[in-house]
């Protein structure tokens, strides 16, 4: 059984959401949901061994898998992780619950292949977290829109086609040009697409360039980075609160991820070459973002663009090529996982109450929710990076670890700290306090157990990794000074 | 062993209260909020007065109770350092802690909030103790945004006030400000020194005094200027140096016993205790030290101009505190360190004293805070005149009170210093004592002499505030300002007790401390002193021959004379001739109307930041996210695969065509690139 627990991993809830896709129409809703909820415990209790068993010595890949898929073209369903990619399967397989629990009374309509959606879109990202084939990674990466596209494309809000239409487009060339790349690897490497082989493969300066500006194009528009991040606020509006936990807590780490195990192994020298692009790039969206996210007037948009600057920090810290540099972002990533998604649901109920994401339709909601304020309150301030909540983990070891590599750069990351707590708490003013603005806010009912638990557990894990960020960062050291390493090498051919 | 239990006894305890009062505060009643909250801070208070006969003793600690977390060659950990200057901070945090709560019983008794209440400000209690029992730059910076937070949540308790919710915002934003510059410099001490524990940075710290780093074009930068600088800078957001002062008048807008605890006695105080601990590092940069008095100064002398003015009873209060905290400041400059830890601990008690007392009047004039509907008190409060009297004095820096010893102390101290502004630190603080007598008996009179200008009919609503204090939205607001014909009366014992508690050690701390903490060794190998470079207090110690002597040499001193002249000017004018101020005030209108508009630092943020960066956020996003990036580059693309698609769309039907588009490229490209190898 151990031998396979990342295939169970990837595989249950895809299962799970074929025999929830089973249970057919509406009539069948409350067992649906009790299926899918079970799918979703049942595919996060098997990647917990993944974190109790992990070896943190190790640097290299643990509960590996290899079978042979396609030998014609030497194809192989190869799995594995490292401590860079097993915390993301972890809190991807407990993200779905809490997707799963919060479209529960909420989610009418299609319930069956609602939830069906997500399961399946956890497997397949779960496949692209462990995938160490090109091939299977790329099956992974590209199916896992599929199931996005339809939540946003038949659960979404009146704007959904535009939405779609513009992730899809900004997805088309990232997908060509990453495949193009997969291709050119597999020749290089003498016919293999073992992701693995690759870092090995020595590459001229000039294919590495190449190689990694087609990367940067495909991974950049799904992190986003500046100037690739318009279709992300357009997606969020429209899509379901379940689609903008999903969007926010995991596919926006899968861009960041591929920078971790193609670009800068895959092409060390190009990398070290081309940081500055990156870290320029990095910080236009830390800086930029903040002030476009000041002047929103929708919620939702607002936590979109401020997820783009939280993902500024990511990309930033990847690219100093230092320890605290790295697992601050891998450590950001995490962070952003929990308090994005529990700023989501906080959006979602009020959203479920009024049918508004517009600031100007609250003011005074304290007053009818002192609950959900509490909550909200510890989410926002996670989201301003306060200390003693996972959001200012990261924060604060990328910008210290800037201040290593150039004082300028950290000076521009550090101007987050103003500007996130500007547009998170004027925001929270706004919405929160004050007296009850109409007769909307009036009428709140405060948050119910469902959501109470919801929030409390997304709460809880904040609060956790902020008072105690080093069982998270402890199983990445050995593999991100590999990396390091490795990444410090030439791969230049002689 | 049993020590370091007892060290984390005394944050855990108040922690415990404020999770069991917060958590449950809708469901315990009063009684038990209060009760769990008091008892976990007398813990603490208790277990302090433990630690601190401990630490004189000779004991010490320094060591950590867990790692935090580790990365590259880095480690964090939370961690305790017990020193003199820790455990005096310990005792004065948890003594006017204590205080404060028990105040609270009666000050906050109608409020709904009660319970809330008491959880934030043992929450607070918790945060500061963390701060102040740091032994790294990490925990440091955990406790400093710790007690922001619950500032921000006490200053808009009453978060149905618009100003009460704006002002929270604002003291958080400028405060975060500060932090900017303080986390840079926590950078930098990690980048250079390879730690954040405060011993091996101390240790490491005389190496980097020549160091010199490359910050803007080819000048060299002394290290330890910058990171100084980046580092007071943290403490000029926290303890509201101008030009980062906006902040603390209007966090007046929370309830009083905060404006005590957090806003007068301990939080604001938390930069000065900085900067305190990190005298290793400052005194190895006389450039970040010239800094640091000028800043004072400045705050010292202008801060206290606008107390003048001020008709709110708590604003008159906060300018005073501003301008004290200037003082402190100016010690820093100075490199009297202990000086302004011993100003600090003065001041929380005479402060905390004042406002309290502010509060008592509060209360007895039904919250109406306006000193000019006031007058003639001390009839009816006896208990709170004459202990605002007392701490009047002891602000003012009368002889042998509180204030005197440590006041005077950094006037000698700014004296003796020859560093780069130390001659107009000197000059400001000098005139500052008049200025601070000025309003501090201006206010006495009006509130406790003369004659009785409350419960008029045409009085009962017209006190002119800044917003709307009045909102009659806050259940104990309904009340507000006496009826006409009613008579205030005095506060019941959970008031006046923590009064007459405070108002003993204001009188006679000074007299008790300026020995052992000033002119003894009791921060012997704490507190580092570069007595060659900077022998200001070195000087000022020459002079200074025992308590008693100071006292009785004061008679003799230009300090006395400017104060008694404060007090006699401001009797005059408000008590015998109220003409002349009026007078005076429409003759210098232009100063006046400077004066009234606070230098005019609220609207220059308020148009310049605030509105600029507004701006800016429109400007980037309709213009870059919205014209560019949407309208060129993006649209145009997708007109331009609207073309192809239009030509596919033959092919394929359906919403995800566009999707096996691209598969049927990605196709396309394998098999030449496949065919052109084979």
């Given at each position: 059984m151990s031998n396979h627990l990342l295939s169970l991993a990837i595989w249950i809830p895809i299962l799970a959401g074929l025999i929830v896709l089973a249970t057919g129409g509406d009539r069948n809703a409350p067992l649906a949901r009790i299926l899918a909820l079970l799918g979703a415990v049942a595919g996060f209790v098997v990647t917990l061994p993944l974190w109790a068993g992990f070896d943190i010595a190790k640097a290299g890949m643990q509960f590996e898998e290899l079978s042979t898929w396609i030998p014609r073209f030497n194809i192989n369903y190869h799995l594995g992780v490292d401590g860079i990619s097993m915390l993301?399967?972890?809190?991807?397989?407990?993200?779905?619950?809490?997707?799963?629990?919060?479209?529960?009374?909420?989610?009418?309509?299609?319930?069956?292949?609602?939830?069906?959606?997500?399961?399946?879109?956890?497997?397949?990202?779960?496949?692209?977290?462990?995938?160490?084939?090109?091939?299977?990674?790329?099956?992974?990466?590209?199916?896992?829109?599929?199931?996005?596209?339809?939540?946003?494309?038949?659960?979404g809000g009146p704007n959904r086609v535009y939405a779609a239409f513009k992730f899809f487009l900004y997805t088309l060339f990232g997908s060509l040009l990453f495949l193009i790349a997969l291709l050119y690897l597999f020749i290089e490497s003498g016919g293999s697409f073992s992701i693995l082989q690759w870092h090995q493969t020595p590459l001229t300066l000039t294919a590495q360039i190449w190689l990694f500006l087609a990367f940067l194009v495909a991974f950049a528009v799904k992190v986003p980075m500046w100037p690739v991040h318009t279709w992300l606020p357009d997606a969020h509006v429209e899509a379901p609160t379940g689609g903008s936990i999903v969007l926010a807590a995991i596919a926006l780490k899968l861009g960041a991820y591929g920078f971790l195990r193609f670009s800068l192994p895959i092409a060390p020298d190009a990398s070290q070459e081309l940081s500055t692009l990156v870290v320029a790039l990095s910080l236009i969206a830390v800086v930029y973002i903040g002030f476009v996210a000041l002047v929103q007037a929708d919620m939702k948009k607002l936590v979109a663009y401020s997820s783009i600057a939280h993902m500024g920090f990511v990309t930033l810290g990847f690219f100093m090529f230092s320890a605290m540099g790295i697992e601050g972002a891998l450590v950001q990533m995490i962070s952003h996982g929990f308090v994005s998604g529990a700023m989501f649901f906080c959006i979602g109920v009020m959203y479920d109450r009024v049918h508004s994401r517009q600031i100007a339709d609250y003011g005074g909601v304290v007053n009818t929710m002192p609950k959900f304020a509490a909550l909200f309150m510890l989410f926002s301030m996670a989201n301003a990076g306060l200390p003693a909540t996972s959001g200012f983990v990261g924060e604060f070891m990328v910008i210290l670890g800037a201040v290593k590599y150039n004082f300028w750069v950290a000076f521009a990351a550090a101007s987050s700290m103003i500007m996130g707590a500007a547009y998170t708490l004027w925001m929270y003013k706004r919405v929160i306090f004050g007296d009850v603005a109409n007769e909307h806010v009036a009428e709140l009912s405060d948050i119910n157990m469902r959501e109470f638990a919801i929030l409390g557990v997304l709460a809880a894990c904040t609060l956790w990794m902020g008072l105690y960020p080093q069982p998270f960062t402890e199983v990445m050291h050995a593999s991100v000074n590999e990396l390091l390493r490795h990444v410090a090498a030439s791969k230049i051919p002689m | 062993m049993e020590m370091q239990k007892l060290y984390l006894l005394v944050p855990l305890a108040p922690l415990f209260g404020a999770i069991v009062a917060g958590l449950f505060c809708r469901v315990i009643p009063r009684w038990v909020a209060h009760t769990v909250t008091i008892a976990g801070v007398a813990i603490a208070f208790a277990a302090s007065v433990v630690i601190f006969k401990d630490v004189l003793a000779g004991n010490t600690f320094n060591g950590s109770v867990y790692t935090w977390l580790t990365s590259g060659d880095y480690t964090f950990e939370v961690g305790f350092l017990i020193d003199t200057l820790t455990a005096t901070m310990m005792l004065v945090v948890t003594f006017v802690s204590l205080m404060v709560h028990i105040y609270t019983i009666g000050y906050m008794q109608e409020d709904p909030g009660y319970n809330r209440f008491f959880s934030y400000i043992s929450l607070f209690t918790f945060s500061m103790l963390m701060l102040v029992m740091s032994n790294n730059f990490m925990q440091l910076f955990f406790g400093w945004e710790a007690v922001g937070l619950v500032s921000y949540l006490l200053i808009g308790f009453w978060y149905t006030r618009p100003t009460a919710i704006f002002a929270n915002m604002k003291a958080f934003l400028v405060n975060r400000v500060g932090d900017f510059g303080f986390i840079l410099g926590i950078g930098l001490v990690l980048t250079h020194c390879g730690t954040l524990d405060y011993a091996a940075v101390f240790q490491k710290a005389p190496e980097l005094a020549g160091t010199t780093i490359n910050i803007w074009g080819s000048a060299e930068w002394s290290l330890m200027t910058v990171t100084c600088i980046c580092l007071f800078i943290g403490a000029m957001g926290k303890s509201a140096q101008v030009p980062l002062h906006v902040w603390l008048p209007d966090s007046m807008e929370g309830p009083t016993p905060i404006s005590a605890l957090i806003h007068a006695a301990t939080m604001v105080t938390a930069g000065i205790f900085m900067v305190s601990r990190m005298s290793p590092l400052f005194e190895l940069s006389t450039t970040a030290l010239s800094f640091v008095i000028v800043i004072g100064a400045i705050t010292a002398l202008f801060m206290g101009f606008l107390g003048i003015i001020q008709n709110d009873i708590k604003r008159v209060v906060a300018y005073s505190t501003l301008s004290q905290l200037g003082y402190m400041t100016v010690a820093l400059g100075a490199s009297a360190y202990s000086v302004a830890i011993f100003h600090l601990m003065t001041h929380a008690f005479f402060k905390a004293l004042l406002f309290l007392a502010a509060g008592s009047v509060?209360?007895?004039?039904?919250?109406?805070?306006?000193?000019?509907?006031?007058?003639?008190?001390?009839?009816?409060?006896?208990?709170?005149?004459?202990?605002?009297?007392?701490?009047?004095?002891?602000?003012?820096?009368?002889?042998?009170?509180?204030?005197?010893?440590?006041?005077?102390?950094?006037?000698?101290?700014?004296?003796?210093?020859?560093i780069p502004g130390s001659g107009f630190a000197y000059f400001a603080v000098l005139a500052g004592v008049f200025v601070t007598a000025f309003y501090s008996f201006r206010m006495y009179f009006l509130v406790f002499h003369g004659e009785e200008r409350f419960g008029k009919a045409d009085d009962a609503h017209h006190h002119e505030h800044h917003g709307d204090h009045d909102d009659e939205e806050v259940a104990h607001d309904h009340h507000h300002g006496l009826a006409p014909g009613e008579k205030p009366h005095e506060t019941p014992w959970v008031v006046t007790l923590p009064l007459v508690l405070l108002a003993i050690p204001s009188v006679v701390i000074g007299y008790i401390g300026i020995g052992p903490m000033v002119a003894g060794d009791f921060f012997k190998g704490v507190i580092h002193v570069d007595a060659q470079a900077h022998p200001a207090l070195a000087q000022f110690l020459e002079h200074f021959h025992g308590a008693a002597a100071m006292g009785l040499h004061a008679f003799s001193t230009p300090p006395f004379y400017l104060a008694l002249a404060g007090v006699v000017l401001s009797w005059f004018f408000y008590m015998k001739r109220p003409d002349i101020p009026a007078a005076i005030q429409r003759r210098f209108s232009a100063i006046h109307t400077l004066f009234e508009n606070k230098y005019y630092f609220d609207k220059i943020n308020e148009t310049v930041f605030a509105g600029g960066a507004r701006l800016l956020g429109t400007a980037f996003w309709k213009g870059g996210d919205v014209a560019v990036i949407d309208g060129v580059v993006v649209n145009g693309s997708a007109r331009f695969v609207g073309l192809v698609a239009s030509v596919t769309r033959f092919f394929q039907t359906g919403y995800v065509y566009h999707y096996a588009f691209t598969m049927i490229i990605g196709v396309f490209v394998l098999m030449t690139l496949w065919i052109n190898r084979a």
């Open positions: 993301f399967v972890v809190l991807n397989a407990f993200i779905t619950i809490i997707v799963v629990a919060a479209g529960w009374e909420v989610i009418e309509k299609k319930v069956a292949q609602y939830n069906a959606a997500f399961l399946i879109m956890s497997g397949l990202m779960n496949g692209i977290f462990t995938s160490l084939d090109g091939v299977l990674f790329y099956v992974f990466f590209e199916a896992s829109l599929i199931p996005l596209y339809l939540i946003i494309g038949v659960w | 509060i209360i007895g004039m039904h919250h109406d805070q306006d000193i000019r509907n006031m007058g003639g008190l001390r009839k009816y409060m006896p208990i709170t005149w004459i202990t605002s009297l007392i701490g009047s004095l002891a602000l003012i820096g009368t002889p042998f009170l509180a204030g005197f010893y440590s006041k005077d102390s950094i006037i000698e101290a700014a004296k003796f210093s020859n």
